[in-house]
Nanobody, 121 residues
């Protein structure tokens, strides 16, 4: 039902910041939204999730304290603010959506096509 399009990826130096955006073609106010990433040679991994109302959040241990997920339901947009970036954060980042908070990290229903983030040392 909903198409997701990521933007904001690019090249950033280690220690820098970057904000990713995920624009949805339709209303996302009832969906849990989140982010995944896939680094070169590795499997896709969960990064962050945010409940439909924005009250509950969850993060992978590797990004806690550095990344912040947020949403603007009026704009049908989800964000991932990344700070203190490390070379290991290099990956294609994917936006995702699910019907429930509990299933976002394992079984998203909707996926974006991804945006590349490259971190230089």
């Amino acid at each position: 039902q909903v198409q997701l399009v990521e933007s904001g990826g690019g090249l950033v130096q280690a220690g820098g910041s970057l904000r990713l955006s995920c624009a949805a073609s339709g209303r996302i106010s009832t969906y849990t939204m989140g982010w995944f990433r896939q680094a070169p040679g590795k499997e896709r991994e969960f990064v962050a999730r945010l409940s439909s109302g924005g009250s509950m959040t969850g993060y992978a241990d590797s990004v806690k304290g550095r990344f912040t997920i947020s949403r603007d339901n009026a704009k049908n947009t989800v964000y991932l603010q990344m700070s203190g970036l490390k070379p290991d954060d290099r990956a294609v980042y994917y936006c995702a959506g699910s019907l429930t908070y509990s299933t976002l990290s394992t079984r998203p229903s909707y996926w974006g096509q991804g945006t590349q983030v490259t971190v230089s040392s």
